[in-house]
């Protein structure tokens, strides 16, 4: 299938998820682009696509640098490791989406010279797997990182959702549902958060449902 293609059919179920939440409502695609080279970033910006996701800075600043004549937005998604933090600085992405820890918020404002917007990335589904902070914690150490610190803009929140089982059962669409019906209500109380980011190839659809206004999308687009 052509990238067109492929994008179009993504695109028709985003619309048809977000008009049966609300016909307000406005959700943005992040292509994540982590399977794909820099020559099919390229074709899918040729379909229209202009936002882009990385989960490793290394391949944030590979593929960036590869397509930098094109006016393209690019978002980290994955871990940060502290000794990263510089390069990833250096890169200017338009969003870092998996701001894990107040730790790793003063880290990144002892070094930082410019605003960085960010999400908190909060541990859903509280496997030992995936990071971000707990459910209970969010308010209190996103009200910390505001005040603490100036140089980070958090616009709102980042979840992964439950991983699937190997085949799909009713208990992991209700686990689903629950995560994602669990993160729009912690978002609702985080002041000033426009972002909930939420959603991947196999549970966007849900997602939207439960209010996300940002997914990211990679196996759906990139994979063969
Ligand atoms: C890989 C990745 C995605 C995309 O997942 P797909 O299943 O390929 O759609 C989304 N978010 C993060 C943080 C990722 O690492």
């Not at 229209?48 to 490793?56: D, W």
């Not at 603490?148 to 209700?174: D, N, Y």
């Amino acid at each position: 299938m052509s990238f067109a293609k492929r994008l179009d059919q993504i695109i028709k179920r985003i619309e048809k998820a977000r008009l049966s939440y609300n016909r307000h409502h406005i959700v943005q695609l992040i292509a994540v682009s982590k399977y794909a080279t820099s020559q099919q970033v390229r074709a899918l910006y040729t379909c229209g696509q202009r936002a882009f996701g990385e989960n490793k800075v290394q391949d944030l600043q590979s593929k960036s640098s590869a397509l930098e004549s094109l006016p393209l937005e690019w978002h980290m998604l994955g871990s940060l490791q502290h000794n990263k933090i510089n390069k990833l600085l250096a890169l200017k992405p338009f969003l870092f989406h998996a701001l894990d820890s107040l730790q790793l918020a003063q880290a990144i404002e002892a070094r930082s010279t410019d605003t960085l917007n960010a999400l908190l990335q909060v541990n859903i589904s509280k496997e030992h797997t995936k990071s971000g902070v707990i459910p209970e914690q969010a308010l209190e150490i996103y009200t910390r990182i505001n005040q603490t610190c100036p140089h980070i803009r958090l616009k709102g929140m980042m979840v992964i959702g439950p991983t699937p089982p190997a085949t799909p059962s009713f208990s992991h669409a209700q686990a689903l549902e629950r995560a994602f019906a669990q993160a729009k209500d912690i978002f609702d109380t985080l002041p000033n958060a426009s972002i909930l980011s939420m959603g991947m190839s196999a549970d966007f659809e849900c997602a939207i449902a439960y209010g996300a206004n940002m997914v990211r999308i990679g196996q759906a687009l990139f994979a063969n």
